[in-house]
């Protein structure tokens, strides 16, 4: 693999020649070393660096921070910013740009190394998303073409037009211009909840109609009937039991004796297609704050281990060095496990929601986190939830603090029941519970008696899907952490054979 190339943005000569051979001997390439903010945007033009080392205050007219703002606009290129000034308005002005870095003088070469490697790293995933998404526009670009040549195919030939509805598997209606339907398929009928006699009762569009969009489907109705034509517009319906939908609607009108009379169309359920946008944009937020989350607690736990180690190093007889070692492994133990949050805070989302068996993934989670003197009572399936394909990790997550917090956890129970229009989730436990003080914060970043990442994760990962975490045990009768999935994401799912407990 070829090493990566970075350009260097410093006004001082003598740190800029530091900083060269460092990188060199880090094994990277120095692209170039400049001293001003113009000079910088014309050299990323020319050597297309693999990622910019930019202090903040520069020579010349220009910051690096405006600097950073003109390269951005051109250029897909990590920026890491480099800078002795901590100040909250700098530092504030400087998140504008999206940094994947920020790294405070002095810094120690191990410290400047580990920035440039995760940058480098989150860098290479927002490519790959990038050309996942673009890949996904277009998939739903071409999906659209298709339904739109469907509808222009169905309405070429009127006289094959009751045949066709009778086949079709969309949505299909007609009605007047009051809304009163006068024709549904079989299909539309049985999405929304009704049969053919109650066709004939009567039925209305605007019932269906949730109240806050019935005025854009009036006017869309009078501007088909005045000839206007839908290329696909996007409404909320309900079904007959309140549940709501969006669907996309494509209309034309109906003409009988020279004039409009009512309107016919196609009916398409994107729920599935809106989920997955909605987490699609929830992954944008999540990539733009991984490096501020994981940032200040990697460099506070290097700063840390750099000067345990330098106490070990200016005397290597001292009867306190093995305490200092022990503090350094310690210390490394808590950097790994950033690190791994780091990698699954970046995991969200990036797969698409998928449905999934809550009890078939509480099986497995407490299958693999097996400890011989805790039981876990496991629901029988039942329903499935529509979450990321990171649930497997909340899961793990209440399991793991009952085995390292809990005190005195000898047994955890999992039930999965509908309570109203909700399914709720519940994983309780024997051991001695959270303080009623602490139950609002224990989903905050930095939270615990660890790295505090865990039940934050968890909260977020829920959150792709718009499910909800708390926490309702009772102070020493054990911890209870509830899982709040709303209507439209859980479903009824195949029974399988009842399973006890491990």
């Known amino acids: 693999m070829e090493p990566k190339s970075i350009l260097i943005v410093e006004d001082e000569a003598v740190s800029a020649l530091d900083l060269s051979k460092i990188l060199k001997n880090l094994g990277y390439l120095v692209a170039g070393t400049v001293s001003t903010g113009e000079k910088a945007i014309a050299a990323v033009d020319t050597e297309q660096p693999d990622l910019i080392l930019m202090d903040i205050h520069l020579a010349g007219r220009m910051t690096g ?5 003109k390269i951005l606009r051109n250029h897909a290129i990590p920026i890491v910013y480099l800078t002795a000034h901590t100040e909250p308005d700098i530092v504030r002005e400087a998140t504008i740009t999206r940094p994947y870095g920020y790294i405070i003088k002095p810094f120690t070469e191990r410290e400047l190394q580990t920035v440039i490697e995760i940058a480098l790293y989150k860098a290479e995933l927002d490519r790959e998303y990038r050309k996942e998404h673009a890949r996904l526009e277009d998939w739903t670009r071409q999906q659209t073409e298709d339904l739109q040549r469907a509808h222009d195919a169905l309405l070429t030939s009127e006289r094959k037009y009751i045949e066709f509805i009778s086949l079709l598997p969309e949505i299909v209606f007609e009605c007047d211009l009051a809304g009163n339907l006068i024709l549904a398929n079989e299909n539309s009928l049985q999405f929304f909840g009704y049969t053919k006699e109650d066709l004939k009762r009567g039925l209305n569009l605007f019932d269906h109609i949730v109240p806050e969009d019935r005025d854009r489907v009036r006017q869309g109705i009078g501007r088909v009937a005045g000839g206007g034509k839908t290329t696909g517009s996007q409404y909320t319906v309900m079904l007959r039991d309140g549940t709501r939908f969006p669907l996309l609607v494509y209309t034309t ?86 690190v791994e949050f780091m990698r699954d805070y970046q995991e969200i989302g990036i797969r698409l929601p998928v449905w999934q068996d809550p009890a078939a993934i509480i099986l497995h989670v407490a299958e693999v986190n097996y400890a011989p003197d805790l039981t876990i009572q496991v629901p029988d399936p039942g329903f499935e939830i529509f979450t990321d394909p990171l649930f497997e990790k909340v899961i793990d997550t209440f399991i793991d603090n009952a085995i390292r917090h809990g005190e005195h956890v000898t047994t955890m129970t999992f039930s999965v029941r509908e309570v109203g229009s909700e399914l709720h989730i519940t994983c309780e436990d024997d051991g001695a519970g959270i303080p009623a003080g602490d139950k609002e914060y224990i989903f905050e970043k930095g939270f615990g008696k660890n790295t505090g990442l865990g039940l934050f994760l968890a909260r977020e990962i829920l959150d792709i899907t718009g499910i909800t975490i708390r926490e309702t045990g009772a102070y020493l009768n054990g911890a209870r952490f509830e899982i709040i999935v709303p209507k439209e994401s859980y479903r009824k799912g195949s029974l399988a054979s009842s399973r006890s407990g491990t």
């Open 65 to 69: 921070i405006e600097a950073a703002v």
């Open 253 to 338: 009108r109906v003409i009988e004796n020279g004039r409009c009379t009512g309107i016919r169309g196609i009916l398409v359920d994107i729920s599935e297609q809106k989920k997955a946008e909605q987490a699609m944009q929830q992954v944008i937020k999540k990539l733009g704050i991984l490096n501020s989350i994981t940032r200040h607690d990697i460099l506070n736990k290097l700063t840390s281990l750099s000067a345990f180690l330098d106490l070990i190093g200016e005397d290597q007889a001292d009867p306190e060095k093995k305490a200092y070692s022990a503090q350094c492994t310690a210390i490394v133990a808590t950097i790994n496990r950033q």
